[in-house]
């Protein structure tokens, strides 16, 4: 407690614009002077922050100023060092290092002062020092060395050197100017919590009561939560952690993930619930840097915990939006892949409401259109569109996803080429189930068949009953089906029994007869027994009227077609009653089968 007690006497004394060394040395108090009184020696005589006023920068600096003016040689050196203290002492980092790199020391004492300012700015600037041990900052006859020590010890991360120097490290806080002193006490508050020097903490956090915008911000708020949190008082820290994240610096974003992370932890559906609002409050509220990589990452997880898929993605979206370059854009890609296969998984499967689908299909547009298997995922949900009759909906789903697959780098390997053709069929049977044939001729016309002989007869089917659809039968006739299935045989007996090519349409369907009997239906049978009529084929004629009562059940059609197959009178010649006779009845019957409702 005696140590505690300097500390907290010696930072008072810092505050108070005082030299407090004399706390822990055998050294004369002296008040803080200008440039132009003479420099203390020993270890002062390195680096020494409280050599100037607190409130007198600007006399002290327009002084400093006239003094190099009038300076030469190793003296104008020495002037430009008591410029970059007097900068360190008000904790003006970026003058301070702008200063330094204006000197070229040659003396000794230059230099070893040179060293340690330079010292002095990295380690208050957040970063280590190579060779720490050599600096005249680790010299064991400066009372502050621990705190330098500690600086260095959490800049490197290095636990042990921060064990073994925090609590010394007080006693050198307060040897600080009143600028450093309050830039870095929070740090050194924290670094006595989480290395559990809880009293230290906790005498410092009391100091804070003296500094009453600190103590009352952000800082001294998480701060507080952060000791109440790593000694298991989380009711406390919680609250402390509230009042923090109404702020807007760096301690109020950390007091968001602070709660984030005690919410992951409890669980509960209330607790993600609140998390979820300050994260979503916190990414206004704080913008750039790690600390908002951080606050997407838990905001993330928080809706994964609570089952809010889309929002979940959405988060991790602009993450990777935001900071592409980051390790953790790359980790986010690799979970929105498997998150996106498994939400369109389920939307196909009709596990999502139709709307929600579309709604966060085109809300992920923005953020994932890049992503390789985006364009995959767009299919889906455009074959999702298609079975659901949703004809103009799922042709544009395709187009997008040909426009996706293009804007791909590797869309000239065989692989896109097969996707690109694919996704060309899939958007043509969309027109023409839509009624846009002419659409989908275009589109057929214009896309490139992909290597494949069953590509080949994909295109041509799909091509053949688009020609079909729109009455081209000449184009449909020249239209080459390497492998015709019975409906193209069906459309080609039709198309060639309509230009009176009665031979052809006969054979077609013969042929068709011949090959799927199974799928020869009365209708087939019907047009068969028409062009076997009109081409004088007797014999395809009687065959097809013979087979008639295994192909329905309809007596009445039955008997039409057996009542063309009566016998010819026995005379060679018939009498001009008779062939007129035997005319009218054929005739009737073609009509009768016509008026059934199965021929054309």
Do not use: C
């Amino acid at each position: 407690m005696q140590t505690i007690s300097l500390f907290i006497a010696a930072t008072v004394l810092a505050f108070a614009g005082i030299d407090a060394g004399a706390a822990t040395k055998e050294e004369a108090v002296t008040a803080p002077v200008a440039r132009t009184s003479a420099r203390a020696g020993g270890w002062r005589g390195d680096l020494d922050l409280q050599h100037w006023s607190t409130g007198t920068f600007h006399r002290d600096l327009v002084e400093t100023i006239q003094n190099l003016s009038a300076a030469h040689g190793s003296e104008r050196i020495g002037v430009m060092l008591d410029a970059a203290e007097l900068y360190l002492t008000h904790m003006l980092l970026y003058e301070t290092s702008s200063t330094l790199a204006g000197i070229n020391p040659t003396l000794p004492d230059h230099t070893r002062r040179y060293v340690a300012l330079s010292h002095a700015q990295t380690l208050l600037g957040g970063e280590a020092v190579s060779s720490f041990d050599a600096s005249p900052l680790a010299d064991p006859d400066r009372p502050d060395s621990a705190f330098w020590r500690a600086l260095q010890a959490i800049a490197v991360g290095d636990v042990g050197m921060l064990n073994d120097n925090i609590e010394a490290s007080f006693t050198g806080l307060g040897l600080q100017s009143r600028a450093v002193l309050r830039a870095m006490l929070p740090v050194f508050i924290e670094a006595a919590i989480e290395t559990e020097h809880f009293r230290y903490a906790e005498a410092a956090l009391k100091l804070m009561y003296e500094l009453p915008d600190l103590d009352y911000s952000p800082t001294g708020y998480f701060l507080r939560g952060r000791q109440e949190e790593r000694q298991g008082n989380n009711s406390s820290a919680l609250t402390a952690y509230f009042e923090a994240a109404k702020g807007w610096d760096q301690y109020a974003a950390r007091a968001r993930l602070a709660v984030a992370d005690m919410s992951l932890s409890d669980g509960t559906d209330g607790a993600l619930l609140a998390a979820q609002s300050i994260l979503a409050d916190g990414l206004e509220a704080w913008r750039g840097g790690q600390h908002e990589v951080e606050i997407l990452k838990r905001l993330a997880r928080v809706l994964s915990a609570r089952r809010d898929d889309v929002a979940g993605l959405l988060t991790l979206g602009k993450l990777i939006a935001r900071f592409p370059a980051a390790k953790e854009a790359e980790v986010a890609k690799a979970e929105v892949q498997k998150l996106l296969e498994q939400l369109y998984s389920k939307g196909g499967e009709g596990q999502y409401a139709l709307a929600d689908w579309m709604k966060a299909h085109l809300k992920f547009l923005p953020f994932f259109r890049t992503l390789p298997d985006f364009a995959r995922h767009t299919e889906t949900f455009a074959d999702y569109l298609l079975a659901l009759g949703a004809t103009d909906l799922a042709a544009k789903e395709f187009q997008r996803a040909i426009r996706l697959l293009q804007e791909v780098e590797s869309a000239a390997s065989e692989t896109a080429l097969q996707d690109l053709f694919r996704l060309n069929l899939k958007l043509a049977t969309a027109q023409m189930r839509g009624g846009l044939p002419q659409d989908a001729r275009t589109t057929l016309e214009l896309m490139d068949v992909a290597p494949g002989p069953q590509n080949a007869q994909d295109h041509a089917t799909i091509k053949a009953s688009v020609l079909a659809e729109l009455g081209d039968r000449q184009a449909l006739l020249d239209t080459v089906v390497p492998t015709p299935s019975s409906d193209h045989q069906r459309r080609m007996a039709m198309a060639l029994a309509e230009e009176g090519q009665w031979d052809k349409s006969r054979d077609i369907l013969a042929e068709f007869w011949a090959q799927q009997p199974s799928a020869f239906s009365v209708q087939d049978a019907t047009h068969l027994l028409i062009a076997a009529n009109r081409s004088n084929d007797a014999q395809t004629r009687d065959r097809v009227i013979r087979a008639f009562p295994g192909l329905t059940n309809n007596k009445t059609l039955v008997e039409l077609a057996e009542s063309l197959s009566a016998e010819v009178p026995t005379l060679l010649l018939l009498s001009h009653d008779q062939a007129a006779a035997r005319l009218d009845k054929l005739d009737e019957a073609f009509e009768s089968i016509k008026n059934s409702g199965i021929s054309p």
